[in-house]
């Protein structure tokens, strides 16, 4: 893949490049914290599952009794119907996940390439900019040398 970098981010400090390779950096970041934040997600999606399905199991056992069984048979299904929305939610989240890991593992991947490939242009890039900030210290010595001289001539 060519890219003709002097078309993009360049700018006076030509720092372009490690623009584009901190973001290519950060992508990675990102992805690594949606998996974690999608991680604690399916937790939590797992405790609810687990605490309607122990109150939906303990309704059960006192279905019968008293006048509250209608109440508690409502009740009851309410929180096997949470329960099931709750583990609906959890499969879902889970394939989600499985999609950023995906994700994630390809951007590492493309990356790796991407740094082989355009070594070349880091190390260019880096002696540009040496280059430009030896160029910047000779202009001012060069700048006070013609000071040194002119201030001479007038004396």
């Not at 992805?31 to 122990?54: C, G, P, Q, R």
């Not at 989240?93 to 242009?121: A, F, G, M, P, R």
């Amino acid at each position: 893949m060519a890219v003709d970098f002097s078309d993009y981010f360049w700018g006076e400090k030509h720092d372009g490049f490690q623009v584009l390779m901190q973001n290519l950096k950060s992508g990675l970041l990102a992805s690594k914290e949606l998996s974690d934040f999608v991680k604690e997600t399916t937790l939590i999606h797992e405790h609810n599952t687990k605490a309607y399905a122990k109150i939906s199991k303990q309704l059960s056992t006192n279905l019968y009794y008293g006048t509250f069984s209608p109440i508690l048979a409502a009740l009851k299904n309410s929180s096997d119907k949470l329960s099931q929305i709750h583990t609906t939610a959890l499969n879902k989240v889970n394939d989600l996940l499985k999609e950023i890991l995906k994700y994630s593992e390809e951007l590492h991947k493309k990356q790796k390439q991407i740094k082989e490939e355009e070594s070349s242009t880091s190390d260019v890039v880096k002696s540009l900019q040496e280059t430009s900030v030896l160029l910047a210290k000779q202009k001012e010595f060069c700048k006070t040398k013609v000071q040194e001289l002119e201030k001479i001539k007038r004396e």
